[in-house]
């Protein structure tokens, strides 16, 4: 195997030097800037588009957390590892319910405003596998808010670099000193003292896949070439419902749709699974379906009779119907399962440690 993917020479390429260096901006690369900046670190953001072309960005249904009177971390480690079927790391799990509750409550703190009741109460919306209602909303469009807020926080005390691929991962006897990075016109070293990958999966290795443009996996490349270990790999999560139109992408039609009320049909009109199951047995019975030659449908009309507007509450999915002309076919959306969420990928210990020392890896990748 090569080291690198094409030739060069580092003393021939202009270089700037930096402390640390954030690959991605989702919400997990921008969660890191954000603590770092309040170590007195500036790093350096680095993202192939502009800030908004993330999984993040597009994240619809919400975010889970137990924080409703009914709830406790304990409630959701056990539903989480049960839908993890024995795969899970129990300890990140526990690491995961307890410190998430927490950073939500500091956002909330610090001024973000998820959905709330007539009463000021957080409106909190069922999902699958999913126990209680635990998942926080900004109407469809939560990753994006939520993107938003954290950026705006952290944007004039940080460095940002768009329009830039990461090349190649630089080190030296296993220990990081710096990556390669290039657009069209030109490639560039910066060298620094350590590097945080949080630049999404690779679901967009499926044609069908709900994933930003430009996100395409290829870090974990770079990784490899790099030699960080890499983990479990062949598990990737299936969406059950992204829209399904011949020729078109797989826009994501969010779960809290089924969260709160709506139904999946055969070409009959009639169910035939638990839309709140985990998302793996969802999506195999939809699949198992269009294996038969059947179609498969989403049925919203539920939602609406129990008085909530799909405009309002989802203004995301009923810009989507319009668009395809299916605002008037509530109860006969068309969907397919599509891949989601990359499960395996970079090993990393519970605080980020890659197999390189000075490269951490985060969220999705």
Known sequence: MYRYLTEFNTNNLPFEKIDTIIVGAGLSGLTVAKYLVKLG???????????????????QGGIATAI?????????????????????????VISMVETGLEEVINLINEGLEFDKDCKGNLKLTKEGAHSRSR??????????????????QIKNKI??????????????????????????????????????????????????????????????GNAFRAGIYLKDMEFIQFHPTALYIENQPAYL??????????????EKGKRFIDELKPRDEVAKAIYKKYLNGEKVYLDLSPIVKKGISIKERYPTVYKLLKTYGLENQINKVPVSPAAHFSMGGIEATSYGRTSVDGIFAVGEV
């Open 135 to 152: 998942i926080l909303h900004i109407k469809d469009k939560t990753g994006y808010y939520m993107t938003k807020f954290l950026f705006n």
């Open 253 to 266: 039609l969010t779960e809290a749709l089924r969260g709160e009320g709506a139904v999946l049909v055969d």
């Open 41 to 59: 670190i500036k790093p350096l953001i680095i993202t192939k588009k502009e800030i908004g072309i993330s999984n993040s960005f597009l994240a």
């Open 68 to 92: 409703g009177k009914d709830d406790s971390p304990e409630l959701h480690f056990l539903d989480t590892v049960k839908a993890g079927k024995g795969i899970c790391i129990e300890n990140n």
């Open 159 to 220: 460095y940002l670099i768009t329009g830039y691929f990461i090349d190649e991962i630089l080190t030296d006897e296993n220990r990081f000193i710096g990556v390669v990075i290039c657009n069209k016109s030109l490639r560039k070293v910066i060298y620094a003292k350590s590097l945080v990958l949080a630049s999404g999966g690779y679901s967009p290795i499926y044609l069908r896949n709900t994933s930003a443009y430009k996100i395409g996996g290829d870090i974990i």
